[in-house]
């Protein structure tokens, strides 16, 4: 197979995780996509294990399930199987959050998706801020929404983080820093 070619595990939906590292072994191919489902119900230490013992790059991991972004009830659980899949993969390679990022040359697929998990929650927030002046502009400030939320809670959501811990180490970095100073 050509190594710019990946298969993605969307192309197995119905079978298991194990199902498509034969699969995978059988056809020679070494470039996937994971499905999120597969990895939750095979554990992610046996995925980890698996995709370092067969030498596989993985390019992506989808979810093959819905997630109503209309319906904020769900974003918890998603927010929830993101950080476990990240924590998963940093664990499995023995660092800290805070190693991540001062090792970060070493682990560079790892540095990058701690970042992007960052950029994520950093545009969450500059949407939260532009909605909230949005609403503020049309409706005014002390008001009780369309929905029935008082818009001042919308101002208070904009300093909610999807994923609080990759602020925090910003701050140990800065402390990290001082004390080499």
Same mark, same amino acid.
């Given at each position: 197979?050509?190594?710019? !070619?990946?298969? &993605?595990?969307?192309?197995?939906?119905?079978?298991?995780?194990?199902? +498509?590292?034969?699969?995978?072994?059988? $056809?020679?191919?070494?470039?996937?996509?994971? &499905?999120? #489902?597969? %990895?939750?119900?095979?554990?992610?230490?046996?995925?980890?294990?698996?995709? #370092?013992?067969?030498?596989?790059?993985?390019?992506?991991?989808?979810? %093959?399930?819905? %997630?109503? $972004?209309?319906?904020?009830?769900?974003?918890?659980? @998603?927010?929830?199987? !993101?950080?476990?899949?990240?924590?998963?993969?940093?664990? =499995?390679?023995?660092? &800290?959050?805070? =190693?991540?990022?001062?090792?970060?040359?070493?682990?560079?697929?790892?540095? @990058? $998706?701690? =970042?992007?998990?960052?950029?994520? +929650?950093?545009?969450?927030?500059?949407?939260?801020?532009?909605?909230?002046?949005?609403?503020?502009?049309?409706?005014?400030?002390?008001?009780?929404?369309? @929905?029935?939320?008082?818009? =001042?809670?919308?101002?208070?959501?904009?300093?909610?983080?999807?994923?609080?811990?990759?602020?925090?180490?910003?701050?140990? !970095?800065?402390?990290?820093?001082? @004390?080499?100073?």
């Amino acid at each position: 197979m050509h190594p710019r !070619l990946s298969v &993605s595990a969307v192309s197995s939906w119905q079978h298991s995780f194990a199902d +498509d590292v034969a699969m995978w072994e059988r $056809l020679g191919v070494d470039h996937v996509g994971l &499905s999120l #489902r597969k %990895c939750e119900a095979a554990g992610w230490n046996t995925v980890v294990d698996a995709v #370092r013992a067969h030498g596989l790059r993985v390019s992506n991991v989808v979810e %093959c399930g819905w %997630c109503a $972004l209309d319906d904020p009830s769900g974003w918890d659980g @998603q927010r929830a199987r !993101l950080l476990a899949a990240f924590d998963a993969v940093r664990r =499995e390679h023995g660092l &800290s959050l805070l =190693e991540v990022y001062t090792r970060g040359r070493e682990h560079e697929d790892l540095y @990058q $998706l701690a =970042e992007l998990l960052t950029e994520w +929650d950093e545009r969450i927030g500059v949407w939260r801020f532009r909605h909230f002046k949005v609403v503020a502009r049309i409706i005014g400030e002390d008001v009780v929404g369309t @929905q029935g939320t008082p818009v =001042e809670l919308l101002a208070g959501l904009i300093k909610n983080k999807m994923f609080p811990e990759l602020w925090r180490v910003r701050t140990e !970095l800065t402390e990290l820093a001082k @004390q080499s100073d």
